[in-house]
């Protein structure tokens, strides 16, 4: 049955109910969300507002959360009929063949910056690699009718992710309150997605890879003797071990920038074992004299054992000349692919490196 959602006033020991009343204009709900789509109940970023489709169409709203998946919001004023629930099926064929290139291009358009930005002022960290992996469509209304109550949950029987939320606004004397329902839980989502084979993944280059370099290594030690390395487990240590000979390394420092880039001269070998440029002749890195502490026990099964690469920069400064800006991307893994172009861009002028995978 359609959702009601009625609210009292306690004045004293009795309950006054105070009288829903219809939102002025359709635009008002449209302008509340737009402004603030925590509304919703989850984080989200508008990243379009009145988006047309290549079918003269327009969408209300577009919005993506930190798992990079988008949602469409479709808006109508009072009851809502049928149709809305066929125009948002409609606009979420649309959405759901948008590339990453096709969702930066929307954001940027109308956020007015980059897009990478503007995702990491919304949700603390960089965009992940691939966007629009996931749909939800969302009707947004102030009344559901029995008819596309019904069509919604058939929808969403057969795995199709859409849902309904409803807002009901309430005017007690000079204030204005707004009220909100799901029609199904958030524990209830519907298992389905809408995907295509467009590619939603950024594209990587070939050559180019992020290593992250931190705790209490050293980048004195590492830009004077020339490697990266990482340590304390096998999620940390086989990452690092992965980066192929020839890679061109991007090394961030966390919570301080980037420091520099160089090209992969040999295997990963554990600290014990490892040798690195010195003055062009490799040299045991356990013999030199360090700052850093790089954890090492000797034993072939230990995984926690320091693996070190050999690195030939191309390019370091020293740590507090860290490159730094909101959108740049980071990684909890100690190495891994950057497909990242707004990082590649920015990297690019900073270094004076091209950045084109030649």
């Given at each position: 049955?359609?959702?009601?959602?009625?609210?009292?006033?306690?004045?004293?020991?009795?309950?006054?109910?105070?009288?829903?009343?219809?939102?002025?204009?359709?635009?008002?709900?449209?302008?509340?969300?737009?402004?603030?789509?925590?509304?919703l109940g989850t984080a989200l970023l508008v990243i379009g507002s009145e988006v047309i489709t290549p079918y003269g169409k327009r969408l209300d709203?577009?919005?993506?959360?930190?798992?990079?998946?988008?949602?469409?919001?479709?808006?109508?004023?009072?009851?809502?009929?049928?149709?809305?629930?066929?125009?948002?099926?409609?606009?979420?064929?649309?959405?759901?063949?948008l590339s990453r290139e096709d969702v930066i291009d929307i954001a940027e358009k109308y956020l007015g910056q980059p897009f990478e930005a503007s995702f990491e002022e919304a949700f603390g960290v960089a965009p992940p690699d691939e966007l629009n992996g996931e749909l939800q469509l969302t009707v947004v209304a102030s009344a559901l009718d029995a008819s596309s109550e019904r069509i919604v949950s058939y929808l969403r029987g057969f795995g199709v992710p859409i849902?309904?939320?409803?807002?009901?606004?309430?005017?007690?004397?000079?204030?204005?309150?707004?009220?909100?329902?799901?029609?199904?839980?958030?524990d209830e989502r519907s298992s389905g997605s809408?995907?295509?084979?467009?590619?939603?993944?950024?594209?990587?280059?070939?050559?180019?890879w992020y290593v992250s370099f931190g705790g209490d290594r050293s980048w004195d030690d590492a830009r004077r003797l020339g490697f990266v390395s990482a340590g304390g487990g096998k999620f940390y240590t086989q990452t690092i071990r992965a980066l192929p000979e020839g890679a061109r390394v991007?090394?961030?420092?966390?919570?301080?920038?980037?420091?520099?880039?160089?090209?992969?001269?040999g295997p990963a070998a554990r600290f014990s074992d490892a040798r690195v440029g010195g003055e062009g002749v490799p040299v045991p890195l356990a013999t030199q004299s360090l700052v850093g502490s790089y954890p090492h026990r000797d034993a072939e099964?230990?995984?926690?054992?320091?693996?070190?690469?050999?690195?030939?920069?191309?390019?370091?400064?020293?740590?507090?000349?860290?490159?730094?800006?909101?959108g740049l991307f980071a990684n909890q893994n100690s190495a891994c692919k950057l497909r990242q172009e707004f990082t590649l861009d920015r990297l690019g002028q900073q270094f004076d490196i091209h950045t084109d995978g030649e």
């Open positions: 049955m359609p959702v009601e959602m009625r609210m009292w006033r306690i004045d004293g020991e009795s309950p006054k109910p105070l009288t829903a009343a219809a939102l002025h204009t359709e635009s008002e709900l449209h302008q509340f969300l737009r402004q603030d789509p925590s509304l709203l577009l919005a993506i959360d930190a798992d990079g998946n988008l949602h469409v919001l479709e808006l109508k004023r009072d009851r809502t009929p049928r149709e809305v629930v066929a125009q948002v099926l409609d606009y979420g064929s649309w959405v759901s063949t849902n309904a939320v409803f807002f009901t606004y309430i005017e007690d004397e000079d204030r204005r309150y707004l009220a909100r329902s799901w029609l199904a839980a958030s809408i995907t295509k084979s467009t590619s939603k993944r950024a594209t990587w280059n070939g050559l180019d991007w090394v961030n420092i966390p919570q301080t920038g980037y420091v520099g880039v160089g090209t992969v001269v099964t230990n995984d926690d054992d320091e693996w070190v690469v050999p690195v030939e920069w191309i390019d370091t400064v020293p740590e507090k000349d860290a490159y730094w800006e909101k």
